[in-house]
């Protein structure tokens, strides 16, 4: 297969996602290839593994010209399944390539073993040949992380905003989940992001205790939201977001693809039974295709699989 235009594709692999059965994307379709302008090709070779990006634009900055996201199954020292992902994004400069790999991990625990997609991912132009991703690689990082990559981990920091809190399933505004994320050393933390998945309908109750994301989102009635609590990092991080999930054409979000969230602003998106909404301040705007997004940013997006682990608490033995 080959690809040649700004989008997102995904294709399948081994990995079944984790919310397999939710929206319109395959079961096993685990695996996301975006390519953020119209100057880069992409072949793919499911049968050999192997993606080639070829890209032989002058970049006189550096720039994110795609990347290619595989889920992934672990099993923690424990026995637990977890479901994670693993990231590599492509950099070009001049004509020098870059590569930032790092995964997207649920559980805190360290893997003992994980189902993995064993592809080679290749980068070229008519000057450079790298080789950016090998099973091998992919498997070191998942199994043996780096120094550098346990130092990040420790660095950022997630904080449960639900502990200590009683609430009744049964009462509207009910937070099946509530965290805020930043980077936190010796004491001191700085948020950067809060997200919420609330309840907007007391008749979830059932959903809420049997814990299943998928049952929540085809059933009942809530709202997913981002509140950012700083302006630094998180515009760039946002404005990409709304490419990878879909959301660039969504009108009432043009202010937030050029300036990003303001500090201690909020960014919804409301469920209810398939269908869904946008909410912005005091703005409201429909989003066909509501579920597949859901699904995307509760599988792809680090935020939204912490999320996800969160409100899939209830059901874990």
């Not at 080959?2 to 096993?28: E, I, K, Q």
Request: proline content about 4%; overall charge neutral.
């Amino acid at each position: 297969m080959r690809f040649c235009d700004r989008g997102v594709y995904h294709f399948a692999g081994r990995v079944r996602c984790p919310f397999a059965g939710l929206g319109t994307r395959g079961d096993h379709e685990g695996n996301r290839l975006a390519l953020d302008d119209d100057r880069s090709r992409v072949d793919l070779d499911t049968e050999a593994r192997r993606i080639v990006l070829y890209n032989d634009h002058v970049y006189p900055e550096k720039t994110v010209i795609g990347d290619v996201l595989f889920l992934a199954e672990g099993t923690t020292a424990s026995g637990r399944k977890s479901p994670f992902s693993v990231h590599l994004k492509v950099f070009k400069k001049g004509r020098a390539f870059s590569f930032d790999l790092h995964r997207h991990m649920r559980a805190s625990e360290p893997l003992a073993a994980a189902e993995l997609e064993p592809f080679e991912v290749i980068v070229q132009d008519a000057v450079t040949r790298a080789v950016a991703l090998t099973p091998d690689r992919t498997r070191a990082l998942c199994l043996r992380p780096s120094l550098a990559l346990r130092v990040v981990k420790a660095i950022m920091a997630t904080r449960d905003l639900l502990q200590g809190a009683a609430q009744d399933p049964a009462q509207v505004g009910y937070r099946v989940a509530d965290l805020s994320v930043g980077f936190g050393a010796l004491g001191v933390h700085h948020g950067v992001a809060r997200a919420q998945l609330v309840s907007l309908d007391a008749a979830n109750a059932p959903l809420i205790r049997r814990g299943s994301v998928p049952e929540m989102l085809r059933e009942g009635a809530w709202e997913l939201s981002l509140t950012a609590l700083s302006k630094r990092w998180l515009d760039e991080v946002i404005a990409r977001d709304l490419f990878l999930f879909g959301l660039e054409g969504v009108s009432i979000l043009r202010p937030v693809r050029e300036h990003g969230l303001a500090e201690g602003e909020t960014l919804s998106f409301r469920f209810e039974r398939g269908g869904g909404w946008v909410v912005l301040g005091g703005a409201k705007e429909e989003l066909p295709g509501a579920t597949d997004v859901a699904r995307s940013y509760l599988e792809f997006h680090l935020l939204g699989g912490l999320l996800a682990e969160h409100a899939e608490r209830l059901q874990q033995p």
